[in-house]
């Protein structure tokens, strides 16, 4: 069972604290609500294809994912698209098992993505960035 508390702190600023004790400040500021999905989801995948591809033997050197949505312009603002971009850096990563990690994370592992696709078409595009080797 995963639990987070979230706390009135002033205004319209609340501080979200997670059972380990790691805390997050949403407001108008900083992070929003839905701005906190996007990262949740960009997160998910993440922790999935890093994992994916180091079981694959791949030599990942960085992944970056950004997460985009669009939102309906009336209450509840509801996310009706989001494309989750992936850059994965490395040294000879093979295209096959790029795209065959992000598919298993979107089918398979990421229970934000899963819990958000029920409402939200999620599109992803990926690139992959040579990095030379260091000598």
Do not use: N
């Not at 997670?18 to 108008?28: E, L, P, W």
């Not at 509840?76 to 598919?103: C, D, F, M, N």
């Amino acid at each position: 069972m995963k639990e987070v508390t979230a706390r009135w702190v002033s205004d319209q600023k609340f501080m979200a604290t997670d059972s380990a004790g790691h805390s997050i400040v949403m407001d108008g500021e900083g992070f929003s609500p839905s701005e906190l999905l996007l990262a949740a989801l960009a997160g998910c995948t993440g922790i999935d294809v890093i994992s994916i591809l180091k079981k694959q033997r791949q030599q990942v050197t960085g992944l970056e994912i950004k997460a985009t949505g669009s939102q309906l312009p009336d209450p509840p603002w509801t996310y009706q698209e989001i494309h989750v971009e992936y850059t994965v850096r490395g040294h000879h990563l093979k295209e096959s098992a790029v795209t065959r990690a992000i598919e298993l994370s979107e089918t398979k592992y990421c229970s934000v993505g899963s819990t958000i696709s029920g409402r939200a078409k999620i599109i992803t595009s990926y690139r992959i960035v040579e990095e030379e080797v260091a000598l």
